[in-house]
């Protein structure tokens, strides 16, 4: 098979930045959707999916929750990715021509009050990377993008601005998709994550007593998320991250007993947690 990792977006966007930063030897494969991305893996076309799930400052970002369950992907890895905004323009423009930065909803509601410093309206626009194309076209000295230093160098826009972003602890959480292989061999010297979505049984008190196998079994659930399903408001769909492997007698023990009060769950993915999280 190829070594071929998929994103969502334009070439220059956060996802293709995270692709060649942890993987160097795959070669980025730029999609419309998180749909196509999770399709290329599938048909085989490529090897590994980069999927942004959680910002710790916007929060969710991709809901893939609703794609894994039906799909013949598992999660292989997560990775997180430090975001470094920058106020890009074309050659000639400074900071005292440009008028408008424009981005993603997101990166703009991470530089709010460099941007109001700077006396730069903000404009929405579909992506990061999308947002630092146009620039590259509309050769306009009023208008700027924010986006990476990738998206830069890729549509040969200046930088006007570094690291405008508002926190610089600001970081997004990518899951890396493959297709289902068997379950990670558990080492006792490593730490683990197990994903998880699963649709409780329609009964009352069902999500109590599913979450409460983990909690007697004192296992540390770090997210945990809902999910209505289609135009019902009574089929919930839920998604949890928790530490651990299921190799484990307490994992096993708490995801058994999870399951007597759920219609549906299944294991999305065990991987080993990045070491991002002891920081």
């Known amino acids: 098979m190829n070594k071929v990792i998929s994103f969502q977006g334009v070439e220059g966007a956060y996802s293709h930045l995270a692709c060649i930063k942890y993987f160097p030897d795959h ?29 710790n400052l916007a929060g969710r970002v991709a809901d893939i929750h609703y794609l894994l369950p039906d799909s013949n992907l598992e999660i292989e890895a997560e990775k997180f990715l430090p975001i470094r905004h920058q106020l890009l323009a074309i050659k ?18 991470q ?21 630092a194309k146009m620039i590259a076209e509309l050769n ?12 830069g160098e890729i549509y ?17 959480r990518f899951l890396v998709m493959r297709t289902k292989h068997d ?10 994550m197990t994903s998880l979505v699963f649709e409780v049984k329609n009964t009352a008190g069902a999500l109590y007593k599913a979450m409460g196998g983990f909690a007697t079994n ?14 019902s408001f009574t089929a919930t769909r839920f998604f949890c991250d928790i530490k651990g492997h299921p190799s484990e ?3 096993a023990q708490a995801i058994e007993e999870a399951g007597f009060f759920c219609s549906k769950l299944r294991r999305v993915g065990t991987y080993e947690a990045d070491g991002f999280r002891d920081k």
């Open 249 to 251: 007698p307490k994992i």
């Open 183 to 192: 379950l990670v061999e558990y080492d006792k010297n490593k730490k683990y």
């Open 218 to 231: 004192g296992i540390n659930m770090t997210k945990l998320e809902s999910y209505q399903l289609g135009a």
């Open 140 to 151: 306009s000295v009023e208008d700027a993008g924010v986006a990476s230093n990738l998206a």
């Open 92 to 109: 000639g423009a400074s900071l005292a021509t440009v008028k408008r930065a424009h981005s993603h909803i997101m990166a703009l509601g």
């Open 111 to 131: 530089c709010r009050n460099s941007l109001k410093e700077l006396a730069i309206k903000a404009v929405h626009a579909n992506d990061t990377a999308g947002a």
């Open 27 to 55: 070669q980025p494969l730029a999609c419309e959707s998180f749909e196509e991305a999770f399709a290329a893996v599938s048909s085989g076309h490529a090897r590994r999916a980069m999927i942004p799930v959680e910002n």
């Open 156 to 172: 040969d826009l200046q930088k006007i601005a570094s690291n405008i972003e508002d926190a610089k602890h600001n970081t997004t």
